[in-house]
């Protein structure tokens, strides 16, 4: 297996632009999770979905935030509009439900200027 | 809400050293645990898992031990490498599959 595929790697993007991003977890794993990394708040969940289903969305800041999984290969988390803060590395994760590893994408760069 | 800690922020060490990384948790109502290593500009790579019901894992210089009782977990690195120089962050997992992690340490081995 690939493992988790995420792109683009780096996007650099105005502010007030939509910015997708994209997510394709491990095959069989029922669990996928996006992670946003900044130097100043480390990991913080953003959203996770079991089953294609959003379990947590608590961690997701604003409104401008959104996250779907139309189907069990394929995530995309949407920022509209963006705005500077948004600046961060974004990761995708999935595993498989209960006490098993979780496997994370190489993650992408978002700037927003 | 679970909440991870992880001490010290960052380490630095002459090549060679024995060291533990300690963290810590809130909730110890956990499935497992799991450290990783993330090197600059790179994703998250797991080294060791940790189910709620052991106590120890190995792989090769390192071992990773786990109290639930007590919330607290190390991860010991064995004749340290420039090599190892890297973040190491541990992550709790939860009931509902909810991946909670700490700030991370970040370590440098110095040649």
């Known amino acids: 297996d690939a493992g988790v595929i995420q792109s683009p790697r780096h996007e650099v993007t105005e502010m007030g632009q939509e910015v997708t991003l994209r997510c394709k977890p491990i095959?069989?794993?029922?669990?996928l999770f996006w992670y946003r990394q900044t130097m100043m708040r480390g990991l913080e969940l953003l959203i996770y979905?079991?089953?294609?289903?959003?379990?947590?969305d608590s961690g997701m800041p604003e409104d401008r935030f959104s996250a779907k999984m139309p189907n069990a290969s394929f995530s995309t988390l949407k920022i509209q509009p963006s705005e500077p803060r948004d600046s961060a590395v974004y990761f995708c994760?999935?595993?498989?439900?209960?006490?098993?590893?979780?496997?994370f994408g190489q993650g992408t760069r978002l700037t927003v200027v | 809400k679970q909440e991870v800690t992880q001490i010290p922020a960052a380490l630095s060490v002459p090549e060679g050293e024995n060291l533990v990384l300690n963290c810590s948790f809130t909730d110890s109502a956990i499935y497992n645990l799991q450290w990783f290593r993330q090197d600059p500009g790179k994703g998250l790579t797991s080294l060791l898992l940790i189910q709620s019901s052991q106590r120890e894992q190995t792989s090769g210089r390192l071992n990773a031990s786990l109290d639930k009782s007590s919330g607290r977990s190390t991860l010991y690195i064995a004749a340290s490498q420039p090599g190892d120089s890297a973040t190491y962050l541990c992550?709790?997992?939860?009931?509902?599959?909810?991946?909670?992690f700490g700030g991370g340490t970040r370590l440098m081995v110095k040649p």
């Open positions: 979905f079991n089953n294609n289903v959003p379990i947590d």
């Open positions: 994760a999935s595993s498989l439900e209960g006490g098993v590893k979780a496997f």
């Open positions: 992550a709790v997992k939860n009931a509902g599959n909810m991946l909670t």
């Open positions: 095959s069989g794993h029922n669990s």
